[in-house]
T-cell receptor, first 111, second 112 residues
Framework: DTGVSQDPRHKITKRGQNVTFRCDPI?????LYWYRQTLGQGPEFLTY????????KSRLLSDRFSAERPKGSFSTLEIQRTEQGDSAMYLC?????????FGPGTRLTVT | DQQVKQNSPSLSVQEGRISILNCDYT??????FLWYKKYPAEGPTFLIS?????DKNEDGRFTVFLNKSAKHLSLHIVPSQPGDSAVYFC???????????FGEGTQLTVNP
C-alpha cells in the first residue's frame, strides 16, 4: 500500500515541550497539505506545499508552528512550546489535483 | 465564518434503505465539492466528488447532487449497508489544488 503515512500515530507531551510530526505523501503527488481536527469538527486547513514551496498558511498557524518540505518529498510539522489547546488530530494529505488523500493522522495530547 | 455547514449531526437508517446526507455552503467561489468518510482513529477517506459545472455524479452506490442556485449538495447512498456507518464530511475547493473547507460532519448509523 503506497498511501499517505504519518509518524508518530500518537504523541503525548507536556505543556511547553516541542513536538515534530512527519508525513510521507503518495510519491507521485506534488501537493501536500496539513490539517488539524478537533472533536466534533471537520478538518481545518493549516498549510499547503507544492513541491518544496510553501504556498499558503492559515491564520490558525501561529508563530509556534512551522512546516517544511525539503526536496519536495516528505514534510515535517513542528509545534514549539506546546499548549493544551494544541491537543488535536493532525492530518496530512497529498493530491494530484482536486482530490486529497489523507493519512491516518497523528493524535497529539498536551498535558 | 462557517462556509460549509452540515446541519444534521447524526442520521440513522435501516440497512437496504437510502441514506441522504446534506450540505450547504456560502462561498460562491467553490469550484469543486468532495465527500469524505471517516472511521474513528483513521484519516478521512475520499468517496466522491463533483465539479460545479455538473449537477450529478454517480459512482456505484454513491450519488452526489449539486444545486448551485440553492448552494446545496447532497450525498445519496443506496442501498445503505452497516459498513457505511461512519462520519461523513462534505468539503469545497475554490480551485484545483487549493485548500479544502470542510463541514462539521454527519454521523451515519446504518442498522442491520
Amino acid at each position: 500500500d503506497t498511501g499517505v503515512s504519518q509518524d508518530p500515530r500518537h504523541k503525548i507531551t507536556k505543556r511547553g515541550q516541542n513536538v515534530t510530526f512527519r508525513c510521507d505523501p503518495i510519491s507521485e503527488h506534488n501537493r501536500l497539505y496539513w490539517y488539524r481536527q478537533t472533536l466534533g469538527q471537520g478538518p481545518e486547513f493549516l498549510t499547503y506545499f507544492q513541491n518544496e514551496a510553501q504556498l499558503e498558511k492559515s491564520r490558525l498557524l501561529s508563530d509556534r508552528f512551522s512546516a517544511e518540505r525539503p526536496k519536495g518529498s516528505f514534510s515535517t510539522l513542528e509545534i514549539q512550546r506546546t499548549e493544551q489547546g494544541d491537543s488535536a488530530m493532525y492530518l496530512c494529505a497529498s493530491s494530484p489535483q482536486y482530490e486529497q488523500y489523507f493519512g491516518p493522522g497523528t493524535r497529539l495530547t498536551v498535558t | 465564518d462557517q462556509q460549509v455547514k452540515q446541519n444534521s449531526p447524526s442520521l440513522s437508517v435501516q440497512e437496504g434503505r437510502i441514506s441522504i446526507l446534506n450540505c450547504d455552503y456560502t462561498n460562491s467561489m467553490f469550484d469543486y465539492f468532495l465527500w469524505y468518510k471517516k472511521y474513528p482513529a483513521e484519516g478521512p477517506t475520499f468517496l466522491i466528488s463533483i465539479s460545479s459545472i455538473k449537477d450529478k455524479n454517480e459512482d456505484g452506490r454513491f450519488t452526489v447532487f449539486l444545486n448551485k442556485s440553492a448552494k446545496h449538495l447532497s450525498l445519496h447512498i443506496v442501498p445503505s449497508q452497516p459498513g457505511d456507518s461512519a462520519v461523513y464530511f462534505c468539503a469545497g475547493a475554490e480551485t484545483s489544488g487549493s485548500r479544502l473547507t470542510f463541514g462539521e460532519g454527519t454521523q451515519l448509523t446504518v442498522n442491520p
